[in-house]
Structure formats: structure tokens, C-alpha cells
């Protein structure tokens, strides 16, 4: 068996029956060792599409997602992929090619020091070649699934790929477990507190999604999560108040974080932050990870989150809901009035407003970055762990087509939409290709305002004038249907929306373009 070959059989008996990416000549014998161990190999229009395509079938199933390149252009094209899963804590493996490691210290053409540019955006880089292969890919595995989950750099150079592989010698990889602490000193944190919060941030996995809700029907206080995490509770809850962390009307979002007078934080993660008002605050933390760092010194109380948050619910004696004036406040104050959009221009919020009364409870969102992330994470409700997909560690643009692609393979039988600024759409068109290629019934939503909007309110705010952010989209429609893809433009909230039903109901790829008033996202965004 060949170390290509054994690297395949690895990844097949660890559940792994995809790869995404783009062939090159010295990953062949890789590829074909996918082929061969049943494998698919799912060719994506740019490496960075197979890196989140990746990163987010890793975030869904648990299972680290695998991207696959080829040397030099190949592996850089991953970077911004492979950072966005480092800085989403998502597991996945990144497979690149290397230059044959007998000519690496001559040849300098495409060569480059992968295990240095992917050291510093992974948990770790290995290569191949000079120990039992089998044992390197499970501990890649394992280390990319391990509390905060991330990736994984793997190289596999051309020549290395096709030489036998010696089973079953090197050092055993060891990966270090979080002991389980006492839940006593949050309990008595807790009790000393008459106003507290709940925060549950990214490294809450679906799983401690019982536990979560049984806590809150006990404490019966508000509740208030990150992007990464929308789903955890049901946005419908009556104790619901709010996203944090950069999205729309943030400033509300921090103050109703402020009325509390302890933020009991659950797998909270301060990536997903733009600004530091949680070093300012008192939060007790419960975490599988520390996350410790600077000024961020909570109270930390680590182990397995859905066993601590148990242990706390039990102990807890008595409910500390707030003045219900107070909570009515605060949630009214995530409800803005909005002038009405100007230039026959649809409202992008009553847009997200409106596409979710017709898309399913259970279905899955994605949306890309830009002014629309953020009114996304705030208005776009969400009501069950899973269902929302958004790149908010990196926030990096390009992010919101590939992660539906991913849902939609993930769990074929669900809905999925794609909620996409135009600047985002024209980065990804040639996602088109591979949605069209396996028919993904997946409904592509484009915001067109023919600028980067959010940049262009930043440089508002500073008074510049409107400079570098202004483009002319093309017909996004009549593209989708270039690649085969049915199409059309909505010019007013009900023809969206009669759209985006029809185009459900039909189980078909379709891409729906909807013209955008970008001036109201000054009254949220700020």
C-alpha cells in the first residue's frame, strides 16, 4: 500500500466519503486512491470554495471535512479556507501536494514552505512519509475535531504519494483532554447574582442543546447567543433577546448585556467579537477550552459543556427572571422603525423578514459577508441548532454559496438558502457550475446594490466620500441561466417572496436577484 493509498483508506474508515478540491499533478496519486477507497473527489471552481465547503460539511457532521490542492498556487489558494476554519473552529483536514522530496532542496519552481504559511492558521501541519501514515491521519482527525475544533495541514509530497507505505511504525500522537472542573464556584457566583444573563457563544455544540434549554427553564433570565450558535434556543422564545457580537443594532444588544449583573457565558468565544466589551463585564464561563486572553479573565469553570451545564441546573434553587418591563425594553429595542426605501428599491430587512415566513422552521441558512451578514444574524430567525450558517470568526467574504453547497449535501433532505450580497455573488460565480452539475435544489438569494455597502457606510462615517466601492453588477440572472440554473429578479417584497416559495416547492437550483436600498442599513449598522 502506497502512502497515497493508506492516507485514503484512513480518511474512508474515519467516515470521510468526500473530498473537495482541485486536482494538480502531484496530488494525482492522491485522487486516484480516493477513487479507488470510494471516496468521491468533488471538483470546485476555486480552491477556496472546496476549503468551506470543507470547513462547514466538517461543522455539520462532526466529521473533520477534507479539502485536497496542489503545490504552490494550489496550497495558497487554501489560505483564506484554512483561516476561516481556524478562526470558526471548525474540524477539517486540508490535503496539499508538495514538490517531490527529493528535489525540494534544488527545484524552486512553485515551491513553497507550506508547513510555515499553514503552521500559524492550523492546530497542526504534518507530512507524510516519514512514520505510519494510518497513525498520522487518525491524530489529524483527532486533533482537528478536539476541543476548539480547527484544522489540520497535511503534505503529502509527489513522490512520497506513490512510495510503500511501512505500516505500523513511529511514535504514538497523544492529544491532551480537558479534566473536568467543579461547577461549585459558578454556583456560588450565581447565587450572589439577582439579574443574571445567559451567553452561549460557538463552542456550544448542538448537542448541548438540552441541556442549554433546561438551564434557561430553570433560571428562567434572558438568553442571548452569537451567530455561530443561532439555533441553540428558538429565536421564538419569550426569554430570546438578541445576537451579540457585531451584528445589526449592536449597541442595544451590548446594553441589554450591560443590565445584567452576571453573564453566565456557555461555550462563549470571543472570536466572534469586533469589539471588547466582554473584557468589561462580570461572566462566568463554563467551556471545554480556556479562552482566556488579555484583559478576558472570567471566572472559567472547564469540562464537558452539556454535563457542567447539568451539574448547574441542578443546583440551582430558585428562578431569577428580570422586571418584565425591563426585558420587554430591551427586546423592543431589536424591533427599529424603518423609513421606506427609496428608488422603488426593496427593504433589505423586511426582505430577510419576509423569505423566512415562507422558508421552512427546520431549514438551513447561509449568508456570505457584508451589510446583509449583519441583519442577517439579527432579524433572520433561527429555531433549531444547525440551521444557520455564517462565517463570523475571519468573516470572510466569499463564504455564504460554498456553505450552502455544503448543507445541501450535508442534509440533502432539508431546504437551503443562500443569502448573498452582490460584491460576494461575483467573488463565487463559478460555484454555479458544481450546484448545476449535481442539482443541488439550493435557492440563492442576491442582494444587489451595486456596492460594498458595509464599506462604503464605514467610510461614511469617517467622511470619506464614496470611493473604491461602487461597481456595475451584471445580470445575475441571466448568468445563472448561462450555467443552466433557472432564474429571476423580484421588484417588490411580494414578488420575492411568491419567487422564493415556487422556487422551493420546485426542488431545483434557482437564483433570485432583488434590488436593495443600501441607505437603510445606516439605521441599523452603526
Known amino acids: 500500500m502506497t502512502h497515497a493509498e493508506a492516507t485514503a483508506a484512513a480518511l474512508a474508515a474515519r467516515g470521510v466519503n468526500t473530498v473537495f478540491g482541485l486536482p494538480g499533478?502531484?496530488?494525482?496519486?492522491?485522487?486516484?486512491?480516493?477513487?479507488?477507497?470510494?471516496?468521491?473527489?468533488?471538483?470546485?471552481?476555486?480552491?477556496?470554495?472546496?476549503?468551506?465547503?470543507?470547513?462547514?460539511?466538517?461543522?455539520?457532521?462532526?466529521?473533520?471535512?477534507?479539502?485536497?490542492?496542489?503545490?504552490?498556487?494550489?496550497?495558497?489558494?487554501?489560505?483564506?479556507?484554512?483561516?476561516?476554519?481556524?478562526?470558526?473552529?471548525?474540524?477539517?483536514?486540508?490535503?496539499?501536494?508538495?514538490?517531490?522530496?527529493?528535489?525540494?532542496?534544488?527545484?524552486?519552481?512553485?515551491?513553497?514552505?507550506?508547513?510555515?504559511?499553514?503552521?500559524?492558521?492550523?492546530?497542526?501541519?504534518?507530512?507524510?512519509?516519514?512514520?505510519?501514515?494510518?497513525?498520522k491521519i487518525d491524530w489529524s482527525c483527532d486533533l482537528a475535531a478536539a476541543p476548539r475544533p480547527g484544522p489540520v495541514h497535511v503534505s503529502l509530497a509527489g513522490d512520497v504519494a506513490n512510495e510503500e507505505c511501512c505500516r505500523g511504525i513511529g511514535a504514538e500522537f497523544d492529544i491532551a483532554r480537558q479534566a473536568q472542573g467543579s461547577i461549585q464556584p459558578l454556583v456560588e457566583r450565581l447565587a450572589g447574582a439577582s439579574r443574571p444573563l445567559l451567553l452561549v457563544g460557538l463552542g456550544a455544540a448542538p448537542e448541548a442543546a438540552p441541556s442549554i434549554r433546561g438551564l434557561l427553564d430553570k433560571l428562567q433570565c434572558p438568553i442571548v447567543v452569537t451567530p455561530k450558535v443561532k439555533g441553540i434556543v428558538s429565536e421564538d422564545d419569550p426569554r430570546f433577546a438578541g445576537v451579540a457580537s457585531g451584528m445589526a443594532l449592536d449597541r442595544e444588544v451590548v446594553e441589554t448585556l450591560r443590565e445584567a449583573d452576571l453573564i453566565v457565558a456557555i461555550g462563549f468565544d470571543p472570536v466572534e467579537c469586533d469589539k471588547t466589551w466582554f473584557a468589561e463585564l462580570n461572566i462566568a464561563a463554563i467551556d471545554d477550552v480556556s479562552m482566556t486572553e488579555g484583559d478576558y479573565r472570567p471566572l472559567e469553570v472547564l469540562g464537558d459543556i452539556p454535563v457542567l451545564v447539568a451539574a448547574l441546573t441542578g443546583q440551582i434553587e430558585a428562578p431569577k427572571p428580570w422586571p418584565a418591563d425591563l426585558l420587554d425594553a430591551r427586546q423592543r429595542a431589536l424591533r427599529p422603525d424603518l423609513p421606506p426605501p427609496a428608488g422603488g428599491a426593496v427593504s433589505p430587512i423586511r426582505l430577510i423578514e419576509r423569505l423566512r415566513g415562507v422558508f421552512p422552521r427546520d431549514g438551513i441558512a447561509a449568508c456570505d459577508v457584508g451589510s446583509h451578514k449583519l441583519c442577517m444574524g439579527q432579524f433572520w430567525k433561527a429555531y433549531e441548532p444547525g440551521t444557520f450558517l455564517m462565517s463570523n470568526g475571519l468573516s470572510g467574504m466569499g463564504f455564504g454559496i460554498p456553505a450552502a453547497i455544503a448543507a445541501q449535501l450535508a442534509r440533502p433532505d432539508k431546504r437551503v438558502i443562500a443569502v448573498v450580497g452582490d460584491g460576494g455573488m461575483l467573488m463565487m460565480v463559478h460555484d454555479l457550475a458544481l450546484i448545476r452539475e449535481l442539482q443541488l435544489p439550493i435557492l440563492i438569494v442576491v442582494l444587489r446594490d451595486a456596492s460594498l455597502s458595509l464599506i462604503r457606510l464605514s467610510g461614511n462615517r469617517r467622511g470619506y466620500p464614496a470611493y473604491g466601492v461602487?461597481?456595475?453588477?451584471?445580470?445575475?440572472?441571466?448568468?445563472?441561466?448561462?450555467?443552466?440554473?433557472?432564474?429571476?429578479?423580484?421588484?417588490?417584497?411580494?414578488?420575492?417572496?411568491?419567487?422564493a416559495e415556487k422556487a422551493l416547492n420546485s426542488r431545483a437550483p434557482f437564483l433570485l436577484e432583488v434590488p436593495v436600498d443600501w441607505r437603510e442599513y445606516q439605521e441599523v449598522i452603526r
Do not use: Y
Open 25 to 135: 499533478g502531484e496530488i494525482l496519486a492522491f485522487v486516484e486512491a480516493c477513487r479507488r477507497a470510494g471516496i468521491r473527489f468533488l471538483l470546485a471552481g476555486h480552491e477556496a470554495s472546496a476549503g468551506w465547503i470543507a470547513q462547514v460539511m466538517g461543522q455539520l457532521t462532526g466529521t473533520p471535512g477534507v479539502c485536497a490542492s496542489t503545490l504552490g498556487p494550489g496550497a495558497s489558494n487554501l489560505v483564506t479556507a484554512v483561516s476561516n476554519a481556524w478562526l470558526d473552529r471548525a474540524p477539517m483536514l486540508a490535503i496539499t501536494a508538495q514538490i517531490p522530496s527529493k528535489s525540494i532542496r534544488t527545484m524552486t519552481h512553485q515551491r513553497l514552505p507550506l508547513d510555515v504559511l499553514f503552521g500559524s492558521i492550523t492546530k497542526g501541519t504534518v507530512s507524510i512519509g516519514a512514520d505510519d501514515t494510518k497513525s
Open 470 to 499: 461602487d461597481f456595475t453588477p451584471p445580470d445575475f440572472p441571466g448568468v445563472a441561466r448561462a450555467f443552466r440554473i433557472a432564474a429571476g429578479q423580484a421588484g417588490n417584497l411580494q414578488e420575492a417572496c411568491a419567487l
